[in-house]
């Protein structure tokens, strides 16, 4: 039986993991941990044996439908872009629970949690897998209801309760943004099939919707005045979603809060799964973006100016966990940069946006876990009270280390030595100069490169803070156990090695997804459409920006180091409330009072209350009259109840005989 | 033969008298009357029909018609005893116990 026969296992495995740890786990160990370790372990056999049979023969893609009411249908497609998430997702999950083990084991209810990332795994897998936007959508709900009970997971704790909520209502914005493009897309496409579908077309199926992409930018909408494509409307909107899930501005409030929840789970939401779901959306719906120019522009400014805006308010965080919160946000934003640089360098951005998520998933996660042994063996996340932890917890150290380094990109341009992060990293901020130099919007580029600075600030200031100098406070701490340190060293060798080893085929190798295996695809003559045109790849760029990034990162050691390790620069006197800038980061851009105090207070309750109100008067009013004229008919008719029967009679009698007259005239006119 | 149109003629009268005083009248025991004579102008029309097409059905009904006739004006004579032992009077414009 050929692999590729199982491909629906993958998330299926899980899912039963999730109902058999959810009924039997209370009654074996661990809370029955290795019910989701060996179906996600299964899971990951089938998906890497896919992905090395796709590599081989990249035309061999699994594609599976099965109709559904008519003119929908589920099903699964293994596409390269498919296969390398969901290896990278079964392994990345794979890892978290076994490491889940060790962290969670002196937690309450642990098989309530490996029940739940076991959900949680199985809908992201679905989600990757669906083969059409609908199911998608499907999985991208279940996704964000396995966020919501992961993030408030302890949920006696109010302030975890309460992430819970604010993760859960603030993707909504964008789930709804989502929902509204997927029902434009129908309906456009319905009305290009003049509602006659043949037998065995679903059109909401990813190649049936592609194949019809230069029919829907045909239809044009009006909204405020403007003209704007059908195209461009939709992916907008689908990229609305994507910044829900995915923490771009203004709606990554939520990723932050979320770290209330058990470190593990911010490894595995915020580092490998959920938040990449929504660059996934943008990655697989990308033949639609290439064709609207002004929804690429958006997402490559959204993406540069987040990675930017997240990293400046990850320099003052001192929660452990809120640092790696910014940083994930500010990534993500490079990963949108990436795509968003599509309109210069085609479905090469796939390519390049995939390769950096891949790549952020292995140090994210191990950035995560190793917060997660400081944490676990030392009880606070307060880098304040932290300090020297290198010494009681050396494999946790050395692997942070080796995942900061791969997060700030450190290696060798024009050479094959660096880590992970170097490789996908950099070639998001070549294209972004590429994207400058074919469109002459240099913003992107200059946004990215300043948040490259700020990434190493951030992070290595997390680095000696925690792990060097002297402890600032009496804590015990001890090396965590084997459970977590090997996931660790297996995380921290990918970190390490990943990038250079498969820097070169992968790229060819995600951009396969979109070359040969779709019909009536041509990723050039898609872009003509939307009115680019695709860059040539001319020229060496100047020597200079190349370097630049490993100079901006280098640059932000530098700094950090004689701040927090030779403690040349005192920081107290710019640590202070009274220091406008720091004060504006430190709260972080006022956005919770900005979000709360206006948004929900003054727009929302009292916008909508208002309205609400009006709207409320107005049906009053209307539900008022229809009873007054209802009990004043009654009151008038009243009268004809006389009570004498002759009254009656003689209505009846007047009764009869215009029904007779009116038969009558009516024969006499038929 | 008398041609039937002249007993249509006569039962249309009868049946209208009837109606007439039907409306008209206030006293229970007249207004039953009236009931009776529109009873009595459809088997005058049920009889002349009959005897017409030489067909015996509708001096069947008529008979049918006069017995329910004869039990409707008992109901309607225990009726009107029956109110006037409450309220002293038939007059029907002071009878008016249906009214809301």
């Keep these: 039986m050929a692999v590729e026969n199982l491909a629906f296992l993958i998330p299926v495995l899980p899912a039963l993991a999730f109902v058999l740890t959810f009924f039997l786990g209370k009654k074996l160990p661990t809370g029955g941990a290795i019910i989701p370790i060996a179906a996600i372990a299964t899971s990951f056999v089938i998906s890497l044996l896919i992905t090395l049979n796709l590599l081989a023969n990249p035309e061999e893609v699994v594609s599976q439908s099965y109709s559904w009411f008519a003119m929908l249908n589920i099903g699964i497609l293994v596409d390269p872009l498919a296969a390398v998430m969901l290896t990278m997702v079964t392994f990345v999950s794979l890892l978290i629970h076994i490491y889940s083990t060790g962290y969670m084991s002196h937690d309450k209810a642990p098989s309530r949690y490996f029940a739940e990332t076991a959900l949680f795994t199985a809908s992201m897998l679905g989600l990757i897998l669906s083969d059409n936007i609908l199911q998608l959508f499907i999985c991208w709900e279940l996704v964000g209801v396995c966020s919501y009970l992961l993030i408030g997971f302890w949920f006696q704790k109010p302030s975890a309760a309460t992430a819970a909520k604010k993760a859960f209502l603030t993707t909504r914005i964008g789930d709804v943004m989502f929902l509204t493009g997927i029902i434009v897309l129908f309906s456009d496409l319905y009305k290009i099939f003049n509602g006659t579908i043949p037998d065995g077309v679903f059109i909401l199926r990813f190649d049936e919707i592609f194949a019809h992409i230069s029919d829907i930018a045909a239809i044009n909408a009006n909204i405020f005045g403007m003209e704007v494509s059908h195209i461009t409307l939709i992916t907008l909107l689908f990229f609305g979603g994507a910044v829900g899930k995915s923490g771009q501005f203004p709606l990554h409030v939520w990723l932050p809060d979320a770290m209330e929840g058990p470190t593990t789970v911010s490894a595995l939401i915020h580092a490998a799964t959920m938040v990449t779901a929504g660059v996934y959306l943008v990655a697989r719906t990308f033949p639609m973006f290439i064709a609207a120019p002004d929804s690429l522009m958006v997402v490559a400014y959204v993406g540069a100016f987040t990675a930017l805006f997240a990293g400046t308010m990850g320099i003052v965080m001192n929660d452990l966990k809120r640092v790696l919160a910014y940083s994930t946000i500010s990534q993500l934003g490079y990963m949108m940069l990436g795509l968003g640089v599509g309109a210069a360098v085609g479905s090469e951005a796939v390519g390049i946006a995939l390769f950096h998520l891949i790549n952020h998933a292995f140090f994210k996660a191990l950035l995560f876990l190793c917060a997660g042994s400081v944490i676990h063996a030392v009880g606070t996340h307060d880098m304040r009270q932290l300090g020297g932890v290198a010494k009681v917890m050396p494999i946790t150290a050395i692997t942070m280390i080796i995942a900061s380094l791969a997060l700030t990109g450190m290696g060798i341009p024009g050479t094959s030595i660096g880590t992970s992060g170097f490789f996908s990293k950099d070639a998001i901020i070549e294209s972004a100069y590429l994207f400058g130099e074919t469109t002459g919007s240099w913003i992107p580029y200059l946004l990215s490169i300043a948040a490259a600075l700020l990434t190493s600030i951030y992070i290595f200031r997390l680095i000696f803070m925690t792990f060097y100098g002297k402890p600032r406070t009496d804590y015990g701490g001890h090396e965590s156990p084997a459970s977590m340190t090997i996931p660790l060293s297996i995380l921290a060798l990918f970190a390490l090695v990943f990038g250079g080893l498969t820097s070169k085929t992968f790229n060819t190798f995600v951009s396969e997804t979109f070359v040969n295996n779709f019909v009536n695809m041509d990723i050039s003559s898609l872009a003509t459409l939307g009115g680019y045109h695709l860059a040539e790849h001319a020229g060496e760029e100047p020597i200079l920006i190349l370097w630049l990034p490993l100079i901006m990162a280098l640059a932000g050691l530098v700094i950090t180091f004689l701040i927090y390790g030779l403690q040349i620069v005192n920081m107290d006197s710019i640590v202070s409330r009274n220091n406008p800038i720091y004060k504006l980061l430190y709260n972080r851009y006022y956005q919770n009072a900005i979000f709360t105090n206006f948004v929900s207070v003054k727009i929302i309750y009292e916008g909508f209350a208002f309205a609400g109100r009006a709207v409320d008067r107005g049906f009053d009013w209307i539900v008022k009259w229809f009873s007054d004229v209802t009990l004043e008919a009654g009151e008038s008719l009243r009268q004809f109840q006389t009570g004498a029967v002759q009254n009656y009679a003689t209505a009846v009698i007047t009764g009869v005989s215009l029904l007779i007259i009116l038969v009558k005239v009516v024969m006499e006119v038929l | ?100």
């Excluded at chain 2, 509708?58 to 009726?79: K, Y």
């Design chain 2, 1 to 100: 033969m008398i041609p039937i149109v002249l007993y249509l003629a006569l039962a249309a009268i009868i049946f209208s008298i009837g109606l007439y005083g039907i409306m008209t009248q206030r006293s229970g025991i007249r207004i039953l009357m009236c009931v009776e004579l529109m009873l009595n102008s459809a088997n005058i029309n049920l009889v002349a029909f009959s005897s017409y097409h030489h067909d015996l059905t509708g001096q069947v009904f008529a008979l049918f018609s006069i017995a329910l006739a004869a039990c409707e004006a008992a109901v309607g004579f225990a009726i009107l005893m029956a109110l006037y032992r409450m309220k002293d009077t038939i007059s029907l414009d002071h009878i008016n116990v249906l009214r809301w």
